[in-house]
């Protein structure tokens, strides 16, 4: 990782707990050397999640002040706001956002914890957005006996996680999701890289030890499969699973995961540990997570890093279209389970069973006459994410309907031709530039 500088950023948020009954953050936002008329804008979407969602829907009470005094905000459009601003004086704007969602996509917060990606709490400061953006999450009565967990490099953190953070720039700082409260907490090591696993909404019963020891041969799984022998492209990652009681979800990012799942789902321990856990079935709840913690992790190359062109740089201010869908969702679909099959946490009649479920969705689709998984990749933002009675008519799922899905289905590694070397080849050829790289240089 390159050096962090030591010096402020000339952008700075401070976020806080305003009330967690109202569930409501306060947001700070410093910015030191502001333009004349500096503008500002809030995401409308969140990458990896294809709808628009205009998050400002959420954000209230902006105010902004320059020298001591007021500065009016001018807002522009749905997301967008003009300071009637000095240029080279700090400039400081102060609002909240509710945060209510317990998805993955937005921010929640209450008495019990707090999550968000910055896409939903952080200001866009056009003009600096490829400037290092810095994080400060403050501790306060509401937040006693919480820690903070994020991917985001520390700067200065007190040993619950509270203090400074350091993104190189927006990008960075979108990608790191924040999650605050009293979890269940573990760690391992795989391909050489520390990663922490955070379990909120778990009780006493949780078997930690097993999905620790199951995650991290995935991970080792798919560390060798995109690297063999070497190390993956990140120095520390970090999963954030939120147990509910019907909840299912996932968003990837360069070096963590936001995750939901059922509480049911998580493995109990054992009356007796010297009881082998039974073998795992295609229909067991917890075979759906560790298959959900498999297909976020295999992301963190396939979209975050192996990205279609479309993604080099993100536009947060509308819908970005790509026609690969079916690449990045569905190969990591397809791979999702089979690295439980490679990592040897699944058997092969297992294995085979999930194949068949999937082939018998596709089967049942009666759309996938009419659409292409180009056009339903495409169409993403209107049709997928917006299902309705006719969606099984007229649409396919670019997660379960690609090519992957034709061809033979080898559960050990593949040969010279197999689909291993289109998928993973890429990384393997250039271990060592794709080690080097930055997310957004490697497109297909
Ligand atoms: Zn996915």
Redesign the pocket.
Known sequence: MPKRPAAPTGVRFTVSVQDANAHLFAVTLVIEQPAKNQRVSLPVWIP?SYLVREFSQHLQDLQAWQDGRPVEMKQLDKHQWQADAAAGHPLELQYAVYAFDASVRTAFLDSTRGFFNATSLCLRVTGQEDQPQSLEIVASPATQGWNVVTGLPAHSVDAAGFGHYRAADYDELADCPVEMGQFWNGQFTAGGVEHRFVISGAGAWLDGERLIDDTRRICEAQIAFWHGDGAPPFSNYVFMLHASADGYG?L?HRNSTALICQRADLPRLRPSTSDKPAALKATDGYTTLLGLIS??Y??TWN?KRLRPAEFKRYDYAAENYTELLWF??GF??YYDDLMLRRAGLIDDATYLQLVAKTINQVQQTPGRHVQSVAQASFDAWVKYYRMHENTPNATVSY?TTHPARRGPHHTGRGDARSLDTLQGRPHARSRSAARAQAPGQTQL
């Open positions: 990896g996932g990837e297909h976020e295999f992301h979209v990045f969702e990591t679909s997660y």
